[in-house]
């Protein structure tokens, strides 16, 4: 089974359809907790906003209390990994706190590609 926790979907959001097609038909989408996305078509929902913000969140979905956000760090058009910040969940509802770890975590995902092109 396969669990929809933020690098996870970070990554669901970077592969071809075909192949998260394949994954979810061979494994599924295991529920946790009760926030888990366990519905194929709220994780495609899911990867399409990843897709158009940058970065994926959990709130809940692997940890009850935790919540985490992550970015993908992408050169040259490959998916390397991701970065990702957790924090206890009571943190990210406050608005100010959460941007500031949404801009700082695309920043380092950023950096990283930037000086993986560069370094090479």
């Known amino acids: ?3 929809s926790h933020a690098a996870g979907k970070v990554l669901f959001a970077e592969l071809p359809d075909d192949q998260v097609e394949q994954i979810l038909d061979t ?3 295991a529920e946790v907790t009760d926030e888990t ?3 194929e078509a709220e994780l495609q ?7 158009e913000d940058g ?3 959990d709130w809940n979905e692997q940890v009850i209390g935790i919540g985490f956000i992550t970015a993908p760090v992408v050169a040259n058009g490959e998916f390397l990994g991701s970065v990702s910040v957790a924090s206890p969940q009571g943190r990210f509802q406050h608005e100010a706190y959460r941007e500031k770890r949404i801009q700082d ?6 950096e990283i590609a930037i000086n993986y092109q560069y370094d090479r």
Not at 45 to 51: G, K, S, T, V
Not at 105 to 110: C, G, L, T
């Open 27 to 29: 494994h599924g989408l």
């Open 55 to 57: 970065y994926a969140v």
């Open 37 to 39: 996305i366990t519905d």
């Open 45 to 51: 929902a899911e990867r399409d906003r990843i897709a």
């Open 105 to 110: 975590i695309i920043a380092a995902a950023e």
């Open 1 to 3: 089974m396969i669990h």
